[in-house]
């Protein structure tokens, strides 16, 4: 046997009843093997994959190796993004490089009284990134390590501006491995031009007519303006 490879997540043409383990012999044949064999069993022992009742053989002859056998690599990036700013995109951006799906957690924070409702939150990132579909948005409160294991992931992306970021998203990376040993944290920096970016640095500067170019997506300045102007009537209008 050349590889066995341990399935955690099926294309959509593909329905199984059970756990299994793939097996790919010299011939490159798939076999369907039950999740209690110990070892790679003898292929001959087993009715090939393609042939098996529980699979659509037509579909599944269509479908290439690589995307049959890839396990996807999911990162989770929370935050409140109230509004989301280009700092945050040229992060989630990057992530894409290195990650096949990313999911942002919109944070639930009833301690904070943020703009945007949740809602609204979630609508302006998925406007931003209404073209990638390797791009998720959720909602979420609690702990962010459940959330996290909730939706199949195990690594959690962070931002660091400055050295301030550092020693907060520091403690609660050693806390979040404390809680769930198996969720790893990964940092990355902004592009130089975003390091000093925040959400609410980008509203106060709004509120006090500064210019927002560069800082966040046109139609994200829109969106701000519509807010502004129905809750502060004459606010920089």
């Known amino acids: 046997m050349k590889r066995v490879e341990r399935l955690r997540k099926y294309p959509s043409p593909i329905r199984v009843l059970f756990n299994v383990i793939v097996v790919r012999d010299e011939t490159l044949r798939f076999f ?86 949740t809602e609204e939150r979630i609508s302006m990132i998925q406007e931003v990134f209404s073209k990638h579909e390797n791009i998720e948005v959720k909602a979420f409160h609690g702990l962010l390590v459940e959330f996290v294991k909730n939706n199949n992931a195990k690594i959690v992306i962070k931002g660091l501006r400055a050295v301030s970021d550092f020693e907060y998203e520091f403690q609660m990376a050693l806390m979040n491995r404390k809680l769930e040993p198996e969720i790893e944290t990964f940092f990355m920096m902004p592009s130089v031009s975003y390091s000093f970016l925040s959400s609410k640095l980008v509203k106060e500067v709004f509120m006090l007519g500064g210019c927002l170019k560069d800082l966040v997506p046109p139609e994200i300045e829109k969106i701000l303006r519509e807010k502004f102007k129905k809750e502060h009537p004459g606010l920089n209008s």
């Open 32 to 117: 369907l093997v039950t999740k209690n064999d110990t070892k790679p069993p003898d292929a001959s022992e087993y009715n090939e994959l393609t042939n098996n009742n529980f699979f659509d053989k037509s579909k599944f002859n269509k479908m290439k190796e690589k995307e049959f056998l890839q396990i996807e690599k999911k990162a989770v990036y929370p935050g409140s993004f109230d509004p989301i700013t280009n700092g945050h995109i040229d992060i989630i951006q990057r992530g894409l490089t290195i990650f096949d799906k990313i999911l942002v957690a919109v944070l639930e924070n009833p301690k904070k009284e943020p703009l945007f409702s």
